[in-house]
């Protein structure tokens, strides 16, 4: 079973960059796709970015499409999301999660999550 511990989050300015890391544990690692979601407080968890076992295939939400970069290194079993150009409405517990599906966005496909890291951009 792999086990996912985020890292990265903290306060930032807008405009500025963050870059969060997800570290698995598991030799399985390799074969999960992996996403990452975030939530607000009042609002539901939403997708943010995945990507395929592989890295031949990556989504994003509409909202972080030329902001964000998903990446990941199977080597180093971790997981990587670089945040530029953050804007206040970005501010929210980014969580790390694993799937073995093939949709990479619906988040009732991921059944391993992290325990999430606060990023907050202030204004």
């Known amino acids: 079973q792999v086990q996912l511990v985020e890292s990265g989050g903290g306060l930032v300015q807008a405009g500025g960059s963050l870059r969060l890391s997800c570290a698995a544990s598991g030799r399985t690692f390799r074969s999960y796709n992996m996403g990452w979601f975030r939530q607000a407080p009042g609002k539901e968890r939403e997708f943010v970015a995945a990507i395929s076992w592989t890295g031949s295939r990556i989504d994003y939400a509409d909202s972080v499409k030329g902001r964000f970069t998903i990446s990941r290194d199977n080597a180093k079993t971790t997981v990587y999301l670089q945040m530029s150009s953050l804007e206040p409405e970005d501010t929210a517990v980014y969580y790390c999660?694993?799937?073995?599906?093939?949709?990479?966005?619906?988040?009732?496909?991921?059944?391993?999550w992290g325990q999430g890291t606060q990023v907050t951009v202030s204004s």
């Open positions: 999660a694993a799937s073995d599906r093939y949709d990479l966005q619906n988040r009732d496909y991921y059944g391993i």
